[in-house]
């Protein structure tokens, strides 16, 4: 299909070679094992985190399924509503789409990465609780379609965020 020209560029590393491959227009068994499974390693490398305390994880699909971080619930307390985005709309990285209501306090919730809103959690509305409770399993917020799946790796990993939220000067308010 692809001309002698291209072929040099058809390296399994690039990224041409990568579309290729997710087109159907090359067939992926040419490929050592470890580079046929390096578009899920974000499903592997566990959750990512924002400064903002969401956390992501992403999937073999590019869907991320994002939430608040336990830091973030045990700041809020008992949470008793949460509102998010409708599925189906864009959402930029770092913008608003949602926000949480607690006993204590009222805060946004930010998209860790861009895409399209997939799903939310339809749960949290009977049960908002679930933020306290499970907030990184049964309490996730929403699920995203990665428009641009690089960005999960400007995120913080599980280090980093342990990190960031002992050096957080409003912690201790």
Known sequence: ????????????????????????????TCLPVAQRFTS?????????FSDDHEWITVDE??????????????????????EV???????????????????????????PVSG????????LKDQPSLL??????KGWVCKIQLSDPAQVETLMDDAGYKAFCESDPGKDE
Do not use: C, H, W
């Open 116 to 123: 399209t809103l997939a799903s939310v959690n339809e749960a």
């Open 40 to 48: 899920v390693r974000f499903a592997s490398s566990g959750p990512r």
């Open 85 to 111: 985005a409708a599925p189906g709309d864009t959402l930029e990285q770092g913008g608003f789409m949602g926000s949480v209501e607690s006993v204590k306090a009222a805060s946004d919730i930010y998209s």
């Open 61 to 82: 699909n590019n869907i991320g399924t994002v939430g608040i971080t336990d830091y973030a619930q045990k700041a809020l307390g008992d949470v008793v509503y949460v």
């Open 1 to 28: 299909m692809f001309g002698a020209a291209l072929r040099p560029l058809l390296t399994p590393s690039s990224n041409l070679y990568r579309t290729a491959v997710r087109n159907n227009l090359v067939k992926p």
């Open 132 to 137: 306290n409770k499970d907030p990184m399993g």
